[in-house]
């Protein structure tokens, strides 16, 4: 699928179970490195993130295999060091096989990363992280190789709590010698899951979900059976296209805590809100246009940079002015310059983002400049009266499974070209 046509205005309502977490699932899959024999993680997406992610692991050694939800991966042998170039290319992610791979082989090898165009993504603090767990590492030509005689366990504190950075180090030390102190860590859900998946695998942690974590480097983790849980960035996508069109939404699978940010955002601009943290539940029902709003973007638990362009189209149908500060990817606007052809005024100045909305917006053809990016522009199309093409959707596969087949549950009139 490489365009979607989306007929807008459909009334929205009905219900989403919600995919696995890409974000979660990636540095799981890293982390599978650091045990020898088959591990089992279920309610996997079938993502193109994923499929790069087993193709990296499979270049390693490692046999995987995704089938129904349920990825298994082999890792009893590990017979090379080098992550190939091409992938590294394709998804940023990649970096996260460092530490593992360090922590396994003595030894990675890896490029500069790429993945979605949002600027500037050094890995220094991935770097220094290792570095202070013993790791020597060189730099030449774009190629970073990584090398240990045997990492150990040392007090570590982020400039900035990076999240990939934060499952690296982690991911290195959980088998480094003695005890790892990490500071300034990043606190996303994600983060917490990993700890959870190690433990599972026999790692020794504490705090997690805390600022600070640590811990007690084992010998060797084992495998292990893990069942991911679900996409808080797909399932808030969802709940702003119902919010934006006057639906009426649930989405499955989630604990409602890990979208409260957004969540009472959503409160502030006029939706109804009901959390079921028991049933895993949230539903957004919103009975007229909602109203212009202010967020700025940042760390768990501040408002998450990956709703921000979903957001960005929230607010291109507001009632009044919006505006939104992006803190975290100095280039993740890119939505925002495709969103004016649906009609919106939108201002860019820096960092900050200010949005005159109007409801129903212009149908428009455009391509997906990224991943959220992608799915800010379905939602808009959702919300203009008319056909609307957006193109490019290989960005928006990146991260979610089946975006018509979703948006078909709840009454979209979509359908991939
Ligand atoms: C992860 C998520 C991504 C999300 C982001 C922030 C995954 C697979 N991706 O990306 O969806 O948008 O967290 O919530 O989980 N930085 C440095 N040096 C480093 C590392 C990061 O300067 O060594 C900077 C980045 O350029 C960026 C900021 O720190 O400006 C945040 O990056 P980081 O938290 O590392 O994001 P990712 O792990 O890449």
Same mark, same amino acid.
């Given at each position: 699928m490489s365009a979607i046509e989306v007929r807008g205005l459909s009334p929205l309502n009905g219900k989403i179970e919600i995919q696995g977490s890409k974000n979660a699932v990636l540095p799981m899959m890293a982390a599978t490195l650091?045990?020898? *024999?088959?591990?089992?993680?279920?309610?996997?997406?079938?993502?193109?993130?994923?499929?790069?992610?087993?193709?990296?692991?499979? /270049?390693? &050694?490692?046999?995987?295999? =995704?089938?129904?939800?349920?990825?298994?991966?082999? /890792?009893?042998?590990?017979?090379?060091?080098?992550?190939?170039? &091409?992938?590294?290319?394709?998804?940023?992610s990649s970096v996260m096989v460092l530490g593992p791979l360090l922590a396994r082989m *003595?030894?990675?090898?890896?490029?500069?990363? &790429?993945?979605?165009?949002?600027?500037?993504?050094?890995?220094?603090?991935?770097?220094?992280?290792l570095e202070s767990l013993g790791a020597e590492t060189y730099e030449a030509g774009g190629m970073i190789l990584a090398r240990s005689n045997g990492l150990k366990g040392n007090r570590i504190i982020f400039r900035f709590p990076s999240v990939g950075a934060t499952e690296n180090a982690l991911m290195a030390a959980v088998t480094a010698e003695g005890t790892t102190v990490l500071s300034n860590c990043a606190r996303e859900p994600e983060i917490v899951e990993l700890c959870a998946f190690l433990t599972a695998m026999g790692a020794r942690i504490e705090h997690a979900g805390e600022s600070e974590l640590v811990i007690q480097g084992v010998r060797m983790l084992h495998p292990c059976e893990f069942s991911l849980g679900a996409d808080r960035i797909c399932a808030g996508t969802y709940l702003t296209a119902a919010l934006m069109v006057s639906g009426d939404v649930v989405v499955s699978g989630l604990n409602p805590e890990y979208l409260d940010g957004p969540l009472r955002l959503m409160e502030r601009m006029g939706a109804v809100v009901q959390r079921n943290a028991k049933a895993r539940e949230i539903r957004v029902t919103a009975k007229e246009r909602p109203c212009g709003f202010e967020t700025v973007t940042g760390p768990y638990p501040a408002f998450p940079t990956d709703l921000q362009s979903p957001f960005l189209a929230a607010a291109a149908v507001a009632r009044g002015e919006s505006r939104i500060e992006e803190t975290v990817f100095e280039a993740r606007f890119a939505a925002a310059l495709r969103l004016r052809d649906f009609g919106?005024?939108?201002? =860019? /100045? *820096?960092?900050?983002?200010?949005?005159? *909305?109007?409801?129903?917006?212009?149908?428009a053809i455009v391509r997906a400049p990224d991943l959220r990016g992608g799915?800010? =522009?379905? =939602?808009?199309?959702?919300?203009?009266?008319g056909a609307s093409v957006i193109d490019g959707c290989e960005h928006i596969e990146r991260g979610y499974e089946d975006i018509c087949r979703d948006l078909l549950q709840i009454g979209a009139d979509v359908r991939p070209l």
């Open positions: 650091l045990a020898r *024999g088959l591990t089992v993680i279920r309610h996997v997406p079938a993502i193109a993130d994923v499929f790069c992610m087993i193709e990296i692991l499979r /270049s390693l &050694g490692c046999v995987c295999q =995704l089938a129904k939800g349920v990825l298994t991966v082999d /890792s009893s042998v590990v017979d090379s060091v080098r992550i190939p170039e &091409g992938f590294v290319g394709k998804m940023r *003595g030894e990675a090898v890896t490029y500069y990363p &790429g993945g979605c165009v949002l600027g500037k993504r050094p890995i220094d603090i991935h770097l220094k992280a919106a005024v939108i201002r =860019l /100045s *820096g960092c900050t983002a200010q949005v005159e *909305g109007r409801y129903p917006l212009f149908p799915a800010a =522009l379905i =939602l808009a199309a959702l919300a203009a009266e």
